[in-house]
């Protein structure tokens, strides 16, 4: 027996899912790129239109920052872009990068090891989240799962989606396919091949071993303090959840994931709309 409140709390799932929007995800990664040093340190800005969800067989969707092992990221990773609301338009063709920003610290102008480099990738699907098909794209270094030294600390690697015009073009050394895996200067990259903006991107660390320095601390990321939390709130009590922005001796496998945080916080609208309508 079906009662007619049941009817009407199926009726609000979708309002409620509905209202779902990428502003938080987006601004946690911001947050995320920051905490971490990766801007301004390697990117000297992060203003991204749209949400990169990377998920590997076995794993699942990453959170920014998500620590994972070499034998997690060995596979190549999937790609899923979900542009920031219905204004942004993801059209034309997209360069990928994944890059090693080493561990939190790092002096950047010695370059970064490159570990996928594909030009030409188009986005498939009908409506978002979009697959980022790098099988059809040009790739100059074919994924190269990340495998840090020994010791060598938690390094951040970037996966990043840049917009690829026409009027790019390959720089000397990158306009053949299949070069592998080398250090390069991720910033001299993009300026040289006149690529556009930065659409998406997102992080992951791996490390080996316990470092033998210490590393860097980092300010973890309050996902209930960014503007679109505070905007979107529904309960005054709605508790603060930190997510490492980077993993630490100390922090590391504590993580929260962001997109948890997401979940848990669309579930608690959803709660309480759901009782909302049964108390009516
Ligand atoms: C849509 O997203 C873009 C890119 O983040 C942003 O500039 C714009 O203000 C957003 N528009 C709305 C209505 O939220
Ligand atoms: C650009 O992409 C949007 C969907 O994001 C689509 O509606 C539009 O037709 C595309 N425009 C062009 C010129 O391909
Ligand atoms: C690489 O890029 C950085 C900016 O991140 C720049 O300061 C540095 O000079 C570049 N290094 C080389 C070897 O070109
Ligand atoms: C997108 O990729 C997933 C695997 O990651 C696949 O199952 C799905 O069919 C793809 N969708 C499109 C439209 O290519
Ligand atoms: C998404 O959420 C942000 C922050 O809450 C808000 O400013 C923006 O207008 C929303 N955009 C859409 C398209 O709902």
Redesign the pocket.
């Known amino acids: 027996m079906i009662s007619a409140q049941t009817v009407l709390a199926l009726a609000f799932i979708p309002l409620v899912f509905g209202q779902t929007n990428n502003t938080l995800g987006i601004e946690a990664i911001e947050a995320h790129f920051s905490n971490s040093g990766i801007v301004p340190t390697l990117l000297s800005s992060f203003d991204p239109s749209a949400l990169l969800t990377v998920s590997y067989d076995g794993v699942g969707n990453l959170s920014p920052g998500q620590s994972l092992t070499k034998t997690q990221v060995g596979p190549t990773p999937n790609l899923q872009v979900t542009?920031a609301n219905s204004t942004?338009?993801?059209?034309?063709t997209f360069t990928v990068v994944m890059a090693d920003a080493g561990p939190v610290g790092t002096d950047e102008s010695q370059g970064q090891t490159r570990h996928w480099l594909v030009n030409d990738v188009t986005l498939t699907g009908g409506s978002?989240p979009f697959n980022v098909s790098t099988d059809d794209g040009t790739a100059i270094t074919e994924y190269a799962g990340p495998a840090p030294a020994q010791g060598s600390g938690a390094h951040r690697y970037v996966i990043l989606l840049y917009s690829q015009p026409s009027s790019f073009e390959a720089p000397d050394g990158f306009d053949q396919p299949d070069i592998g895996v080398s250090v390069f200067n991720l910033t001299d990259y993009v300026q040289n091949s006149h690529l556009g903006s930065l659409v998406a991107g997102t992080y992951l660390t791996v490390e080996e071993g316990t470092a033998t320095f210490t590393p860097s601390s980092t300010a973890p990321v309050i996902t209930s303090t960014l503007p679109a939390a505070q905007s979107t709130s529904t309960s005054p009590s709605s508790s603060s959840t930190s997510s490492s922005s980077a993993p630490s001796a100390t922090n590391a496998g504590k993580q929260s994931s962001g997109s948890e945080t997401l979940l848990a916080s669309s579930a608690k609208t959803f709660i309480a709309g759901l009782l909302g309508f049964l108390l009516l």
């Open positions: 542009p942004v338009q993801l059209n034309g978002a």
